[in-house]
């Protein structure tokens, strides 16, 4: 059986206004699609200021834009930097605190547009509020750090990012490490 060249011709043919439901459905796809990615996907990180080991932060808290945080990072000496944000919220309220949890901390953290979020476990971390007391093993807690606060200006001594580091954060690494080298050593 062999096709003529009047049925080759005859093949399919989809005029525009045949087509214009299937191209419409495909652009809305694929902008669904960029949306999805836009939403989810970490934001770039906010640059932070690097400190120099022993240098205090002195900030007006006018200049921070609400619920966006301000990133740092202090240098604790030996390749050991710590990150920590300073957020003020709509009410004038300033949270300090470390960008990183107890539990994840060699993980990081990233941030998706105001939240900072755990660099492992990919979800909003909680907040320990001054004076409260977290769990003694580690959490996904982000741990905050004493500050002066006089009107508008804020200060953040750089032996209270030492000395709360230091209570929080140097057991778990060393426990950390420790049970790593353990493991290795098997």
């Known amino acids: 059986m062999s096709i003529s060249k009047r049925d080759r011709k005859r093949g399919l043919k989809i005029t525009w206004r045949q087509a214009w439901p299937i191209w419409l459905t495909f652009g809305i796809l694929f902008g669904f699609a960029t949306l999805w990615l836009w939403l989810l996907l970490p934001t770039?990180?906010?640059?932070?200021?690097?400190?120099?080991?022993?240098?205090?932060?002195?900030?007006?808290?006018?200049?921070?834009?609400?619920?966006?945080?301000?990133?740092?990072?202090?240098?604790?000496?030996?390749?050991?930097?710590?990150?920590?944000?300073?957020?003020?919220?709509?009410?004038?309220?300033?949270?300090?605190?470390?960008?990183?949890?107890?539990?994840?901390?060699?993980?990081?953290?990233?941030q998706?547009?105001?939240q900072i979020l755990c660099g492992r476990c990919n979800e909003q971390m909680m907040r320990a509020l001054d004076g409260q007391t977290p769990p003694s093993e580690p959490d996904c807690t982000q741990m905050p750090i004493p500050s002066e606060r006089s009107g508008d200006q804020l200060t953040i001594r750089a032996s209270?990012?030492?000395?709360?580091?230091?209570?929080?954060?140097?057991?778990?690494?060393s426990e950390n490490d420790n049970s790593a080298n353990q493991s290795q050593v098997r």
Do not use: M
């Open 44 to 110: 770039a990180q906010i640059p932070t200021k690097a400190l120099l080991q022993a240098e205090d932060v002195a900030l007006n808290v006018r200049e921070l834009k609400p619920n966006l945080p301000a990133l740092f990072t202090y240098s604790l000496g030996s390749n050991q930097p710590a990150d920590f944000f300073v957020e003020r919220d709509a009410r004038n309220r300033v949270t300090v605190a470390f960008a990183s949890c107890r539990k994840c901390y060699r993980s990081g953290h990233r």
């Open 112 to 114: 998706h547009g105001n």
């Open 160 to 173: 209270s990012v030492r000395d709360t580091f230091t209570r929080w954060y140097s057991p778990v690494i």
